[in-house]
């Protein structure tokens, strides 16, 4: 349709060179989506969180990402819009729909759509309001800024913007009748390496490569074993070093070394999925599994008794794993370039400095080494 306003938020997207959009749905935009994902790469998320970090990867890999949500999402945002994107100076235009402030009929959204306008105001992020059809053009200069001055751009768009419009919504997809099998049999030994030692290794076979490290203590290992511009590391955003990682695999070639730890990967596991979904053969997850959460003083994750990651990872759709104890294992999965590898290392923190860099610096530099 033409003249509907789904084309003209498409023709502005499509102007602003978006080419990449991580969506999660809200039925006020169930024409929008799929218009979108017609004309741009359209990577579908099951939490909104999820998508500042891939669309964080997918810029400093050189992409112009966008995110089209409900404004319940931004509640799961918050954190990484503050600790990822205005730390580091990362831009993130994100269309909202905006509830529970026209015609809604569900109470739920009624506070957090209300209150949404203050919350953004109080974390410093910019802000658009769409209340009607005729102020669509705002989302052009919304997008330019989030990219010129490198932070997120909140658009929030109400439901009375779509009322009306003719749009169709594709018949739902049939299920897939399948077997579905999860045969690992995987021994957790008792450890012998720390997570140093595997850092270690690691820096010494990733050549060119890049390595992303998770918060705490193992960005200060890697920076201290061996730092180059090709590091990235993380200062803050628990859980979602792996989505960063899974967003800049898909935005360029090289091939992507993630450090992530066992206590980020079960406060995000919905990173595995998004991974298993779209496997980018470049892309290694090294699951440093040391039974706690190490950088704040080794309390203990439920890896110690209970979960096996490499076990979550094939169940979430990761077919080529590892699992790795000694430091020649772990060689060899890096080698063979092992989607996610689970390291089992002693829950020991060596004492390193802090990182003498700022957030904007770990950015620019990277994206320099890059080429982005
Ligand atoms: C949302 C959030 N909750 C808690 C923290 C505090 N925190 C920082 S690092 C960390 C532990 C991370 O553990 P893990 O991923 O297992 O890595 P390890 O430090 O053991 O290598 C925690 C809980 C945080 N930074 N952010």
Redesign the pocket.
């Known amino acids: 349709m033409i003249d509907s306003p789904e084309h003209r938020v498409v023709e502005i997207l499509k102007n602003n060179s978006i080419d990449i959009a991580a969506t999660l749905p809200c039925d006020r935009i169930k024409v929008l989506l799929p218009q979108i994902s017609r004309s741009i790469k359209t990577i579908p998320l099951t939490r909104e969180e999820n998508g500042v970090g891939i669309c964080a990867g997918a810029y400093l890999g050189g992409k112009r990402p966008v995110m089209v949500i409900q404004s319940t999402g931004i509640g799961n945002m918050i954190?990484a819009l503050l600790s990822l994107n205005l730390t580091y100076g990362i831009p993130l235009p994100v269309l909202v729909s905006w509830r529970g402030v026209y015609k809604e009929s569900i109470e739920a959204q009624v506070l957090s759509g209300e209150r949404m306008p203050a919350i953004l105001d109080a974390a410093g992020i910019n802000l658009t309001k769409i209340e009607s059809r005729d102020e669509l053009d705002k989302i052009d200069p919304a997008i330019r800024d989030a990219f010129k001055n490198e932070r997120p751009h909140v658009v929030l768009i109400s439901p009375a913007v779509w009322e009306g419009s003719p749009g169709e919504v594709p018949a739902p997809l049939e299920i897939i009748p399948r077997v579905s099998e999860l045969n690992l049999a995987a021994e957790i030994k008792e450890p012998v390496m720390t997570?140093y030692e595997a850092i270690k290794v690691l820096a010494s076979t990733a050549g060119e490569d890049i390595i992303l490290s998770?918060?705490?203590?193992?960005a200060k290992e890697l920076y201290e074993i061996r730092d180059r511009e090709l590091n990235f590391y993380m200062m803050?955003s628990?859980g979602l070093v792996s989505p960063i990682g899974l967003g800049l695999a898909m935005a360029q070639k090289r091939h992507v070394y993630v450090i992530d730890?066992?206590?980020?990967l079960l406060m995000n596991p919905n990173a595995l999925s998004c991974i298993g979904a779209y496997k980018p053969g470049n892309l290694s997850v090294i699951a440093?599994d040391?039974a706690?959460?190490?950088?704040?003083g080794n309390q203990e994750?439920c890896t110690r008794t209970q979960v096996d990651l490499e076990l979550l990872a094939v169940a979430s759709g990761i077919k080529n794993t590892a699992k790795a104890n000694t430091e020649e294992e772990l060689k060899q999965a890096l080698l063979r370039k092992a989607n996610l590898i689970h390291v089992v290392v002693k829950p020991v923190n060596a004492a390193c400095r802090e990182i003498p860099l700022s957030a904007r610096e770990i950015k620019q530099r990277f994206m320099k080494a890059i080429g982005s």
Do not use: K, Q
Not at 214 to 218: A, K, Y
Not at 261 to 264: A, E
Not at 292 to 296: E, I, K, Q
């Open positions: 954190n997570r998770n918060l705490g203590i193992p803050g628990m730890g066992d206590g980020s440093v040391n706690a959460y190490g950088s704040t994750t």
